[in-house]
């Protein structure tokens, strides 16, 4: 079983220990996440968080806001579940209305996400559908300027994964998805959106470890990534002179509903999910997050652009 800590705050009065606990310091982050072995589960594609036995965290309570984004609309892939819905969680905590994309089968992680944005007192618009789809795409960027008023910060971060052991075994219709949805929407969603960006405005996509040290089970989701980070680093160029930034945030392992709905790999392996990093641990989405503020905050980047953020766990 992970070890966790219990976030649920201090014990009633009287309890035994309740004083001494007050009084002890709280870990530091870095010790205080679930380490393995994680449960080995499989859930069904596309991967609902709810399902999962060991819920990702994405409160991010010791996180505290400064208004880095007042005023600032983001849209945000992949924003049901895992890095995507932590992200929207802070950017709405540090003021942003947020847009989150997600697949209709992802409906109810998709209005958990929109629970916790309105609590933080900001808007969530949701956009449910098909990112291989071009024109899906363009309409949400459209939708997202049309109801919110502005766009000020696209996050790429929708993924498709499937683990596979031979190069044989990659169908053509594995490779096409898997490009179409990490790599392609990349694209279509950063031309769709740059007409509507100014001076200050950011474009962030989630890139990985795997495109630096490729990783042999993941051939097609690697080469997408390597793609990102080329693209990155090349649309920032183009974009300098307009004053809009562009840089990826490279992930090392993660817990979220990605790796444990990758139907090419055994339930077994997810119990050691990121014990090969100096932490000996996956990362939680909380501890992501904050890279994405960082980058989409003018105040806090404004001179970094074409980058690749690494936050791999030491590695």
Request: net charge negative; charged share 25%.
């Amino acid at each position: 079983m992970a070890r966790t800590i219990d976030r649920r705050g201090s014990p009633p009065e009287g309890a035994p220990g309740s004083a001494a606990d007050r009084m002890a310091p709280e870990p530091p982050q870095i010790q205080s996440e679930p380490t393995p072995p994680y449960p080995a589960e499989r859930l069904e594609k596309p991967g609902l968080e709810r399902d999962m036995r060991l819920k990702p965290r994405w409160e991010a309570v010791r996180y505290r806001p400064a208004g880095k984004l007042t005023g600032k609309v983001a849209l945000i892939t992949g924003g049901d579940s895992g890095i995507g819905k932590a992200v929207a969680i802070l950017y709405a905590r540090e003021g942003a209305d947020v847009a989150i994309v997600y697949l209709p089968a992802e409906e109810a992680d998709a209005a958990e996400v929109a629970r916790a944005v309105e609590r933080e007192g900001r808007r969530c618009l949701r956009l449910p559908g098909d990112l291989t789809d071009p024109a899906f795409c363009h309409a949400v960027v459209e939708q997202t300027v049309r109801e919110l008023g502005r766009l000020d910060v696209l996050v790429s971060n929708a993924a498709y994964q499937e683990s596979r052991e031979d190069l044989a075994e990659i169908t053509d219709e594995q490779w096409s998805r898997t490009f179409r949805t990490n790599m392609d929407a990349y694209f279509y969603l950063s031309r769709a959106a740059v007409r509507h960006l100014g001076p200050g405005a950011a474009i962030i996509a989630t890139s990985s470890e795997t495109a630096q040290l490729g990783q042999p089970s993941l051939l097609d989701y690697s080469a997408t990534k390597g793609a990102i980070d080329a693209f990155t680093r090349s649309l920032a160029k183009q974009l300098a002179g307009r004053g809009i930034r562009v840089n990826a945030v490279a992930a090392g392992p993660v817990w979220t509903p990605l790796n444990p709905a990758d139907q090419g790999k055994e339930p077994e392996r997810i119990r050691e999910f990121g014990t090969k990093q100096p932490l000996g641990r996956a990362a939680q989405p909380e501890e992501l997050a904050p890279a994405y503020v960082f980058l989409a905050s003018d105040a806090d980047s404004s001179y970094v652009s074409g980058i690749v953020l690494e936050v791999m766990g030491g590695l």
